[in-house]
């Protein structure tokens, strides 16, 4: 379990993270979300003890990271980018690792085996390829057998049949009972495997709920309906108790009613449909409207 | 009556459970891990064999040029200095590189996650890089002083020579001979100097944290020195520069050879040697500091 209480971080003037407090259950994969410079490595790493909090606490199992007695055995981290020297083979890279916590060599050859990288075991990273770069710094989170696992971007990079691979094993280590935080800034890959959704915005929390009731909160059907007469048929549905959201292609979306009834009532009044259909919110839109406002690297339109 | 209320039953351990033994991890592990660090990186090995290479080879051409020529004045071992000077370089881009080289790959988030202990890292860095540099400098310089004692040993001594005070212990029954100082200057004490000057960079590393940045700096504590004395001309400055000279760390390593560049003829170099490990220290809990304070 870790858990958050209060972290912020500063930079001179500059908050990257404030007042953070929540906390990672075990058996389950709880997604970390949110948009580009949320905050997200800042937090991973504060968690990791390799930045300082400027106030506010971290706590693994209870223990701050610095306490740990054998901190590879009690929580592996794939860090952003690549953090291993590329001069290094592989092997020797988890060979290091392993001594500096007493890991058992054997477990060198079982995690590239896990990882798929046993042929390139004597090779220099230098020349690794993303997807296989990310492998490597999954190694070394597994390299400990560790019960807490964090990973910061881990399909960056990868190929579709990695990003397949990938989901199941973060499933698998969460089936385990162990601890899985797994960061994202991409919406659809967390709906496809978290169970337990944590989300932050410029450095504050916006979300901290399970993955099924922010589905159920956010993505409710809608009816999509256009007509030749736009006027009129906002105030028949009106009449008919619903409430039109007006669309910029003149069309209205109306909640909380079937397609069918919109049909009646159009054909009641004599409308004209264009378009008469049911549509559900993604969850991409969700977080979207969520993280609004929040986002601090921002494309203008137009 | 009821029975007596059952005690529940304590919460399962949260969590998975690994079959890995769990150990208590101590400076032992980290020295372990830097090793392998230090030995499975080619720069590693290819710096050693060219501070290897360069040391011993001028040394030898030295040895030769001076065999096959009148005697030159100078103490049995002192033409090993030559190659030591260039070889340290090497020794020196080694040290910082050791650390720096971490910081530039990002490698060093990896080191702090496996070992969250700061001083611990630094402090297993420390001893491996200067335990690998000292004994493969020793190595190096004995090789090189052996040379020298045997290809110079039996040069005639002209009769000015006998006079110079530098020359004191150097001659013995007409004969040029190296004493037991001159012999543990020109190997452990030339050593040392050299692996010292690595640790200093190893600290400029961790203090700097860039690769160019720490090996300038360190090259330019070095020469710097001696630099700046070249240019101060003149009478009024004479004293300033001859200190300058004096306590420059290149006539330390100079000194150990029985070379004195300026000040006492018969200076040993051990002194200078001293304020080296002072500075070198000094640096190394600057390090430490900075280390522990600052974020990776």
């Known amino acids: 379990m870790i858990e958050l209480s209060e972290l912020t971080k500063r930079y001179g003037g500059k908050t990257a993270v404030e007042g953070l407090t929540f906390a990672v259950r075990p058996g389950v994969v709880t997604g970390f979300l949110g948009p580009n410079g949320a905050g997200k490595s800042t937090t991973m790493r504060m968690i990791l003890g390799l930045d300082r909090p400027t106030s506010g606490d971290v706590r693994i199992d209870g223990k701050r990271y610095d306490q740990l007695p054998e901190p590879l055995t009690y929580i592996g981290a794939l860090l952003e980018a690549r953090s291993v020297h590329p001069g290094r083979t592989a092997y020797h890279h988890l060979l290091c690792l392993a001594q500096s916590n007493g890991v058992p060599e054997r477990r060198i050859g079982e995690v590239l085996d896990l990882v798929g990288l046993s042929g390139v075991a004597r090779k220099r990273p230098k020349g690794f390829s993303l997807g296989m770069g990310q492998r490597l710094g999954i190694a070394s989170a597994l390299l400990g057998d560790p019960r807490i696992l964090m990973f910061d971007e881990p399909v960056n990079g990868l190929d579709p049949e990695g990003i397949h691979w990938i989901r199941n094993l973060m499933k698998q280590l969460a089936s385990d009972g162990r601890t899985v935080f797994v960061s994202s800034h991409l919406m659809s890959e967390m709906a496809l495997t978290a169970d337990h959704l944590v989300v932050i915005g410029q450095g504050r929390l916006l979300a901290d709920t399970s993955m099924a009731r922010f589905i159920e909160e956010n993505s409710r059907p809608y009816v999509q309906v256009r007509s030749s007469d736009p006027e009129r ?70 | 009556m009821t029975a007596p209320a059952q005690m529940p039953p304590p919460p399962p351990a949260p969590g998975y459970a690994s079959p890995i033994p769990v150990v208590r991890t101590h400076l032992g592990h980290a020295l372990a891990s830097e090793w392998t660090k230090i030995k499975s990186v080619r720069s590693t090995v290819w710096t050693l064999v060219l501070m290897f290479v360069v040391t011993v080879g001028i040394g030898l051409l030295f040895a030769v040029a001076l065999a096959s020529d009148d005697y030159v004045g100078w103490p049995l071992l002192a033409g090993g200095f030559f190659g030591v000077m260039l070889g340290q370089l090497c020794i020196m881009t080694l040290g910082v590189l050791v ?92 050593s040392l100097y050299v692996s010292l000057l690595g640790v200093l960079g190893l600290a400029l590393g961790a203090l700097l944290r860039h690769s160019a940045g720490a090996i300038t700096t360190l090259i330019g504590l070095v020469l710097l020195p001696l630099i700046a004395a070249m240019f101060m001309v003149g009478d009024s400055m004479e004293t300033a520069r001859e200190k300058l000279i004096e306590y420059s760390l290149l006539n330390g390593l100079a000194s150990l050879y029985r070379l004195p560049m300026e000040g006492d003829d018969t200076a040993t170099g051990w002194p200078l040697l001293g304020m080296l490990a002072g500075i070198t220290v000094a640096a190394l809990i600057g390090a430490y500091a900075r280390l522990t304070s600052t974020d990776a």
Not at chain 1, 244 to 262: I, L, N, S, W, Y
Not at chain 2, 138 to 146: E, G, N
């Open chain 1, 233 to 302: 048929l906002r105030v028949s549905l009106a009449d008919a108790g619903l409430r039109p959201v007006p669309q910029p292609d003149g069309g209205f979306e109306v909640e909380g009613v079937p397609a069918a009834r919109v049909g009646e009532i159009a054909a009641a009044n004599g409308l004209v449909l264009h378009e008469l259909s049911r549509r559900q919110a993604s969850l991409e839109e969700a977080f979207m409207r969520l993280t609004h406002g929040s986002v601090e690297y921002q494309a203008r339109e137009g």
């Open chain 2, 99 to 190: 650390i720096s080289s971490e910081y530039g790959t990002g490698m060093m988030r990896t080191t702090l996650t496996a070992c969250p202990h700061r001083g611990r890292v630094l402090l297993a860095k420390t001893v491996v890089f200067f335990s690998l540099a000292f004994v493969m400098t020793l190595v190096a310089t004995t090789l090189t002083s052996l040379i020298h004692s045997s290809l110079l040993g039996d040069q005639d001594i002209p009769h000015y020579a006998v006079q110079d005070p530098y020359m004191e212990g150097s001659i013995e029954n007409g004969e040029l001979v190296a004493t037991a100082g001159h012999w543990m200057g020109a190997t452990v004490g030339a």
